[in-house]
């Protein structure tokens, strides 16, 4: 740790990056479809009832794991919340949105200041959250507890 980094977050012997997210759903192939689909993840790797998805540059960004029909979907009580996926440009979120909109997902569109972000659930309930980051652009730095609603065919 450090006066400048006081978390120790830049030390080498912490954690640096999210590796992937590992996801449970009901239907193996329904969820390939939906990640591949909306958000442009290829497969590299499939075993049994995993399947494994990249946006190119590791082996996996986000795992499929199959745990049958019948298996309960998130709840209301602890556990996690969503996983959020960065966009770099305002026309990347509108073809997210457009393409949840093909599939007639409920979108929640946020403009929180410092981002747009598209929430949404994938076909088992797990939360997602699509964002674009606007600190720059807008030259914010903080939060701020905006949550306004903004239209996400306006983007582009």
Known sequence: MTDEDPTGAGSPDRPHAVGHVH???????????FYRDVLGLDVTEREGRYVFLSWGERHHDVALQEVGAGADGPGPGVGLYHVAFEVEAPSALASVFDRLRDREVQ??????????ALYFADPDGNGIEVYLDTRESREETAWRGRNERFDPTELA
């Open 23 to 33: 996801l449970k759903v009901r239907d193996l192939e329904r969820g390939l479809a």
């Open 107 to 116: 979108v929640s569109p946020v403009d929180h200041g410092i981002s747009k």
